[in-house]
T-cell receptor, first 112, second 118 residues
Framework: AQSVTQLGSHVSVSEGALVLLRCNYS??????LFWYVQYPNQGLQLLLK??????LVKGINGFEAEFKKSETSFHLTKPSAHMSDAAEYFC??????????FGAGTRLTVKP | NAGVTQTPKFRILKIGQSMTLQCAQD?????MYWYRQDPGMGLKLIYY???????DKGEVPNGYNVSRSTTEYFPLRLELAAPSQTSVYFC?????????????????FGPGTRLTVL
């Protein structure tokens, strides 16, 4: 079965530091992968998605993610964290029906 | 466009009560979904619909029912509320897939309904 695992339920960085949120997937077929962000008391919003085109995917707010088949990973990065990036981030994989499986989430804290 | 809207924002139910969570979208999306979000568990799909009159179970459908009589609305019904249904519920919608296989389409989420069952 396809699924995603997010390593680290909580990540804390200083403002201006690199953000790295880890996501590994398991899939028997080429996956479609997504990163969503959830700000406090809001619904989820798409950051970026991988749909088998370019392996380096650029999203909104300066985030990007690289699909690495050999490592079964789709880690999310941002070169320089901003206070407004504090939120919860979810990695997700699209299945062969209309089902999308989400990881447990990683809460990002940005310290001034 | 208002996007995906959900009502109510908050609700407290007693065990055994019933209620309907409302969801509406104005983007003319064929596909709609209901998820629940529990702390540290990510989102779990409850039910989904690929169009008016068509619904199907997701990962955690027990204790819930849905209907889809129009493209715009996708209500979620809890018949006999239980403490295990305390959660935050999200409705989402997306465009239909153009072919079989996994969906590449973005899901658009509502702001959520926070439900507590006591």
């Amino acid at each position: 079965a396809q699924s995603v695992t997010q390593l680290g339920s909580h990540v804390s960085v200083s403002e201006g530091a690199l953000v790295l949120l880890r996501c590994n997937y398991s899939s028997s077929v080429p996956p479609y992968l997504f990163w969503y962000v959830q700000y406090p008391n809001q619904g989820l919003q798409l950051l970026l998605k991988y749909t088998s085109a370019a392996t380096l995917v650029k999203g909104i707010n300066g985030f990007e993610a690289e699909f690495k088949k050999s490592e079964t990973s789709f880690h999310l990065t941002k070169p320089s964290a901003h206070m407004s990036d504090a939120a919860e981030y979810f990695c997700a994989v699209s299945l062969n029906n209309n089902d999308m499986r989400f990881g447990a989430g990683t809460r990002l804290t940005v310290k001034p | 466009n208002a996007g995906v809207t959900q009502t109510p924002k908050f609700r407290i139910l007693k065990i055994g009560q019933s209620m309907t969570l409302q969801c509406a979208q104005d983007m003319n999306h064929n596909y709609m979904y209901w998820y629940r979000q529990d702390p540290g568990m990510g989102l779990k799909l409850i039910y989904y619909s690929v169009g008016a009159g068509i619904t199907d179970k997701g990962e955690v459908p027990n204790g819930y029912n849905v209907s889809r009589s129009t493209t715009e609305y996708f209500p979620l019904r809890l018949e006999l509320a239980a403490p295990s249904q305390t959660s935050v519920y999200f409705c989402a919608s997306s465009l239909p897939r153009t072919s079989g296989g996994p969906s590449t389409d973005t899901q658009y989420f509502g702001p959520g309904t926070r439900l507590t069952v006591l």
